[in-house]
Every structure is written in structure tokens, then in C-alpha cells.
């Protein structure tokens, strides 16, 4: 595997947000001809035959996931099922089909919430030198949103991150004392853009759940973690 950061969100939610806006900008008016995707052309043949019917299971699979409530086992298995058929065709789309193109431009992939070509002259990433701030929401029963940003946005760019990096990681647990290092927050997860969600158990109310987060780059180097937080589940 190369050893640079995926491009493909690991996240649930990210992931589905990031081949929605894929899709819905593909078919936006003027986009699909102008970008090699005309119905009648190869490419364009190979979307809707291939690439759409992945992507209508997958949309379905998701939104029947998306309501921790109805969540079942069956549920589960059906997202990652059709997870696990779309994001080969979501490469190729984005590889074969318009990474490659030379009348698709780097807007248009930015757009697509795709990465831009590489550029020779591209620097490296740099180590981030601060720790995400965060805040976070416990308004709804059994769920913790975290919300990231670079320490010097303001509120017009709540949601940025420093330059180079790729996301925030999230290490976490659910202790009965408060934790001293950072090694007791034995889960991670990994976010490339805010809010991080996550969702508990009835019995998990009342408890302890602790946090702590680092910028990771795009070449999946770490910076400092934040001080840990202490949330109680609602």
C-alpha cells in the first residue's frame, strides 16, 4: 500500500458526502458532456451502467444507516457491503475517468471534493506545530459530535484545518478514572473534516468519555495532541 494517506475518507459520513458531491457535480448541467461523461460516449456508457447501480445501492444502504436508531447488524453489513462495491468504481472514476481527462481542470476535480493533480513543484507538507481546538455537542441523547479547526480560524473559517494537513486524528475511550497520557485512549479515528460523530449505547449515558486530537498530514505525519477532554455521555 502506498504509504501516502488514501485519499478515500475512512468515515462513514465522509465518505457518503464526498461521492455526493461527486455525483451531484458530474450531473450538474453542462458538467457531464463537457467532462468526457456524455451518455452516448464510452466513459459515459460505462457511468451509467456500471458506476450508477453501485451508486443507487450504496446511497440506499447508507440512508437506511444513517438513523442510529433503526441501526441493525443487517444494516451494518449491507453499508459496508456496498461500501466495498463502490470505492474500486469511485477510484476508477476518479483515475481513469477524470484525474486523467485533460478537459477536466483542477477546479472541477476540487469541486468533485477530489484531490488535485500533483504538481512537480509541490513542497512537502509540513508537521503541524498546534493541536486542532474543538468543541462539542452532547444535545442528543447517546451522541458526541466533536467539532475541529486549526486554533487560528475564525468564525468565517470554523471548519478550517492548517495548511498540507489532511485531517484530525481522534484518540478516545470510555474510562472510569481520567486518563494521565494519551495511550489510554485506546481508539482512534480518523477524520478529514469537522464534525466527527460518534454514537453510544443506552447503558453508555451517564459515563465517562475522554478525547484527544492531533493534525495528521498528507503524508500521514503527526502533530501534537490537544490536551484531553472530558465529556459525560448524554
Same mark, same amino acid.
Given at each position: 500500500? /502506498?504509504?501516502?494517506? /488514501?485519499?478515500?475518507?475512512? !468515515?462513514?459520513?465522509?465518505?457518503?458526502k464526498q461521492v455526493v458531491l461527486t455525483w451531484n457535480y458530474a450531473l450538474a448541467p453542462g458538467n457531464r458532456a463537457r467532462m468526457? @461523461?456524455?451518455?452516448? =460516449?464510452?466513459?459515459? $456508457?460505462? &457511468?451509467?451502467t456500471v &458506476?450508477?447501480?453501485?451508486? !443507487? !445501492?450504496?446511497? =440506499?444502504?447508507y440512508v437506511a444507516w444513517s438513523n442510529p436508531h433503526e441501526r441493525t447488524d443487517i444494516i451494518i453489513t449491507k453499508l459496508e457491503e456496498a461500501e466495498?462495491?463502490? #470505492?474500486p468504481l469511485y477510484r476508477i472514476l476518479y483515475t481513469?475517468? @477524470? #484525474?486523467?481527462?485533460?478537459?477536466v481542470t483542477d477546479d472541477d476535480l476540487q469541486s468533485m471534493g477530489l484531490p488535485k493533480r500533483p504538481s512537480s513543484s509541490?513542497?512537502? =507538507?509540513?508537521?503541524?506545530?498546534? =493541536?486542532?481546538?474543538?468543541?462539542? /455537542?452532547?444535545?442528543?441523547?447517546?451522541?458526541? $459530535?466533536i467539532y475541529f479547526s486549526d486554533q487560528h480560524s475564525n468564525e468565517e473559517t470554523a471548519k478550517a484545518k492548517p495548511p498540507g494537513q489532511h485531517g484530525a486524528e481522534i484518540r478516545w475511550a470510555v474510562l472510569d478514572i481520567a486518563p494521565v497520557d494519551i495511550s489510554a485512549l485506546t481508539h482512534s479515528s480518523f477524520d478529514t473534516r469537522s464534525p466527527f460523530t460518534l454514537d453510544f449505547e443506552g447503558h453508555d449515558r451517564g459515563k465517562h468519555f475522554y478525547y484527544s486530537l492531533c493534525w495528521e498530514n498528507t503524508r500521514g505525519e503527526k502533530g501534537p495532541y490537544s490536551p484531553i477532554v472530558e465529556v459525560v455521555i448524554p
Open positions: 500500500m /502506498d504509504k501516502k494517506r /488514501d485519499w478515500l475518507p475512512r !468515515n462513514h459520513e465522509d465518505l457518503y468526457g @461523461l456524455a451518455p452516448d =460516449s464510452p466513459q459515459g $456508457i460505462w &457511468f451509467d &458506476f450508477t447501480p453501485a451508486f !443507487n !445501492n450504496y446511497g =440506499s444502504a466495498a462495491v463502490l #470505492k481513469g475517468t @477524470l #484525474k486523467n481527462s485533460p478537459v509541490r513542497t512537502p =507538507s509540513p508537521v503541524a506545530t498546534t =493541536s486542532p481546538a474543538s468543541h462539542v /455537542d452532547t444535545g442528543t441523547q447517546r451522541r458526541v $459530535i
